[in-house]
């Protein structure tokens, strides 16, 4: 994530509301009876769901590389901590509760090497929520076309195949279609070895 993010930071929340693309209920319903949670929102860009999590009461750390984004998640909440890495590039000795990936796993290379590392990252019974595109979707293939365009590397992946990729990690997980362009995976931790 770089040219894309770094240059379109100022007008990222714009456009994702103009598109539509800002949707993020579903993942928010999924806290509505958690309280004080540790979350990790990895690609967490402009701090959308970061602040609304941090004012229902959870600890937030955004992990993204694009400093212009994340400038702008701390101006809405300086309650959110940021972490300006790829996540691949994480050491971190903190355990979260629940990792978030909103509109972001698509555009990491490495994504088994990814959900391992989220794997030793979440604490016992803890669980990574993935919301992605559906590669299949037309808008999707139109977005993913604008940011190839945009000179962003994309991996883009299917909700069936992600779900295979998280139980051959260590995670029992299950999929919830928003519809045709959006999808949901949910993992809980399970002993991976």
Known sequence: MSYLFNYYAKC???????????RQEEIINLFSDVYNMDVCDVGGGTGVLADVLVRKGHRV??????????????KRNQKIKIINKP?????????YDYIVFKDTFHHISQQKE???????????EGKII???FSPRSFQTK??????ICCFE???????????????????QGK??????????????KQDYE
């Not at 990222?12 to 800002?22: A, Q």
């Not at 994480?90 to 355990?95: A, P, T, W």
């Not at 959900?115 to 030793?120: N, T």
Request: with cysteine; hydrophobic share 45%; proline share 3%.
């Open 61 to 74: 750390t955004i992990i993204d590389p694009s400093i212009p984004m994340t400038k702008i998640a701390r």
């Open 87 to 95: 996540i691949q590039q994480i050491e971190s000795r903190m355990k």
């Open 114 to 124: 990814v959900l391992v590392k989220c794997h030793q990252m979440l604490k016992d």
């Open 175 to 188: 999929i919830k279609r928003l519809n045709k362009r959006d999808y949901i995976v949910i993992g809980d």
């Open 142 to 147: 139109l977005l993913f076309l604008f940011e």
């Open 153 to 171: 590397k994309i991996f883009p992946i299917a909700d069936a195949t992600l779900l295979k990729m998280m139980g051959d990690v260590g995670y």
């Open 12 to 22: 990222y929340d714009s456009f994702m509301k103009f598109f539509r693309l800002d």
């Open 130 to 132: 993935i919301q992605d």
